[in-house]
């Protein structure tokens, strides 16, 4: 059996979408120059509608001036998927990790999201499932979380949306995932009680250590700049 890998994880609070997507990048780069330690990004995003290479704009069902009038921006993105909306209260994970030769397989990498959401969900009490059809993780009360990817060289980017305490009304701008008629959940809804977004981040980190078999280490921005940095220095020596 292999050891486990090691992976930092980082939760980074609000965090404007297009910042994490810049900051995915880099570490994205980093690690096909070499940088051989995985990441996972945790982070909320301000209100942000994003489209995947999948969809289109026809699933955002209000003006322009509806969106600004509610501070949402929007992006079209290279992740999968169709439509979906960010915001306070919705735990956003960013894995760039390199997949080994066991974990090669786009299907087994989604079926791992969403176990790892549906472990989460579980040390909650919140009965959840998979869809047969659609990505995603669900609840009785509708979709909890969203996932959509992008993998090039083995090297994963973007991630699921798992909405803890999400305002939902902001999923009625869309037609969520692309899904007509689907409805959508979050933790709070379903419990009907406060959750908190740090709380539910500090256990994700602990599932995604065993779900992935990765060796989780928490590390600030800061750090994780120094150790990227370093490698690069340590290459351009060698």
């Not at 902001?170 to 689907?182: E, K, R, Y």
């Not at 959940?185 to 379903?190: G, K, W």
Request: aromatic share 8%.
């Amino acid at each position: 059996m292999p050891e486990p890998k090691p992976c930092y994880a980082l939760f980074l609070g609000s965090m404007q979408y297009e910042r994490a997507l810049r900051l995915q990048m880099r570490i994205s780069e980093a690690k096909k120059r070499g940088f051989v330690d995985d990441v996972l990004l945790l982070v909320e995003h301000p209100p942000t509608i994003t489209l995947g290479r999948n969809g289109t704009w026809s699933h955002l069902l209000v003006p322009e001036e509806t969106l600004a009038a509610r501070g949402v921006v929007r992006c079209e993105v290279d992740r999968g998927g169709d439509i979906t909306y960010h915001g306070p209260g919705q735990l956003v994970g960013y894995p760039i990790l390199e997949l080994r030769n066991h974990e090669r397989d786009v299907r087994r990498y989604m079926r791992d999201l969403e176990e790892l959401i549906l472990r989460v969900l579980n040390l909650y009490g919140i009965r959840a499932t998979r869809h047969d059809d659609f990505t995603g993780v669900w609840t009785e009360g509708g979709k909890i979380a969203a996932m959509g990817v992008h993998i090039s060289r083995w090297i994963t980017r973007h991630g699921f949306a798992l909405n803890v305490s999400t305002d939902l009304s902001f999923f009625d701008l869309i037609v969520p995932c692309g899904i007509s008629g689907a409805r959508v959940a979050s933790m709070a809804s379903v419990l009907q009680e406060p959750i908190e977004v740090d709380e539910v981040a500090h256990r994700l980190i602990l599932s995604f250590g065993t779900v992935f078999e990765r060796s989780m280490t928490i590390l600030s921005e800061t750090d994780l700049y120094c150790r990227i940095n370093g490698h690069a220095q340590q290459s351009a020596v060698a």
